[in-house]
C-alpha cells in the first residue's frame, strides 16, 4: 500500500498570500498518477488536480500542482477567502489500495 | 449535469446489515467505472471499493473485503453497496463517486454525491 503523507497539518495564511502543500508517498507514484481533492465544510470533495499538474474543469489558475516519483505539491498562487478548506491528495494508479493523504487545512486569517 | 445521489443510510447495530444506493444521471452510466469512498466523522477520506463499467470486475479495501459487495444495474443507472456485518468501525459518510475518463480503471475520481451518513451502534 502506498502511504501519502501531507504537511503541514495546518497553514494559516492571509489573503493575496502563496500556499505550498506537500505530498510526500512511500513510494514511487507511476506516471504521476496524482490527484488533489478540495473538500469545504458540509460538502462532498472536489477534483483540483490530476496528472499531478492538469487543472479540472473550472478550475481557477491560481491552483497549480506540480511533482513526480515521490514528492507532489499543491501550490495556490493567492490565497481568496473560498480557498478556506481542507485539501487532500491521492494516488489513483495500478496499485491497489486507492489511497489518500491525511489531509491540511488552509485557513484565512 | 453529472448527477449522483446516494440513500439507504441510517442507523445500524453492530452485525446487521445495509445497502446503498446511487442514482446517476446527466451520463452515459454504463461507460464509467464507479466507486465508493467512505469518511469517517472528523476524519479524512478512504477508498471502499471500485467496479467497471459492465460490472465484471470489482475491488475492495482490505478492511471491508468479505463484507461488503459493489455492484450496478446499468439498466437502471444505479449503484449499490451491500454492507454485511457491520461494525463500530464503518461509521462513515459514503460517497458514490464516478471517475473523470471512463473506459481505464486509472482515472481520478471526478464527480461525488453528497454522501449518505451510516452509523453502526446499538
Known amino acids: 500500500e502506498i502511504v501519502l503523507t501531507q504537511s503541514p497539518g495546518t497553514l494559516s495564511l492571509s489573503p493575496g498570500e502563496r500556499a505550498t502543500l506537500s505530498c510526500r508517498a512511500s513510494?514511487?507514484?507511476?506516471?504521476?498518477?496524482l490527484a488533489w481533492y478540495q473538500q469545504k465544510p458540509g460538502q462532498a470533495p472536489r477534483l483540483l488536480i490530476y496528472?499531478?499538474?492538469s487543472r479540472a474543469t473550472g478550475i481557477p489558475d491560481r491552483f497549480s500542482g506540480s511533482g513526480s516519483g515521490t514528492d507532489f505539491t499543491l501550490t495556490i498562487s493567492r490565497l481568496e477567502p473560498e480557498d478556506c478548506a481542507v485539501y487532500y491528495c491521492?494516488?489513483?494508479?495500478?496499485?491497489?489500495?486507492?489511497?489518500f493523504g491525511q489531509g491540511t487545512k488552509v485557513e484565512i486569517k | 449535469e453529472v448527477q449522483l445521489v446516494e440513500s439507504g443510510g441510517g442507523l445500524v447495530q453492530p452485525g446487521g446489515s445495509l445497502r446503498l444506493s446511487c442514482a446517476a444521471s446527466?451520463?452515459?452510466?454504463?461507460?464509467?467505472?464507479m466507486h465508493w469512498v467512505r469518511q469517517g466523522p472528523g476524519k479524512g477520506l478512504v477508498w471502499v471499493s471500485r467496479?467497471?463499467?459492465?460490472?465484471?470486475?470489482?475491488n475492495y479495501a482490505d478492511s471491508v473485503k468479505g463484507r461488503f459487495t459493489i455492484s450496478r444495474d446499468n439498466a437502471k443507472n444505479t449503484l449499490y453497496l451491500q454492507m454485511n456485518s457491520l461494525r463500530a468501525e464503518d461509521t462513515a459518510v459514503y460517497y458514490c463517486?464516478?471517475?473523470?475518463?471512463?473506459?481505464?480503471?486509472?482515472?481520478?475520481?471526478?464527480?461525488w454525491g453528497q454522501g449518505t451518513l451510516v452509523t453502526v451502534s446499538s
Open positions: 491521492q494516488q489513483y494508479g495500478s496499485s491497489l489500495p486507492w489511497t
Open positions: 496528472g499531478a499538474s
Open positions: 513510494q514511487s507514484v507511476s506516471s504521476s498518477y
Open positions: 463517486v464516478r471517475v473523470l475518463g471512463g473506459s481505464s480503471s486509472i482515472s481520478p475520481l471526478g464527480y
Open positions: 446527466g451520463f452515459i452510466f454504463n461507460n464509467y467505472w
Open positions: 467496479i467497471n463499467s459492465d460490472g465484471s470486475s470489482t
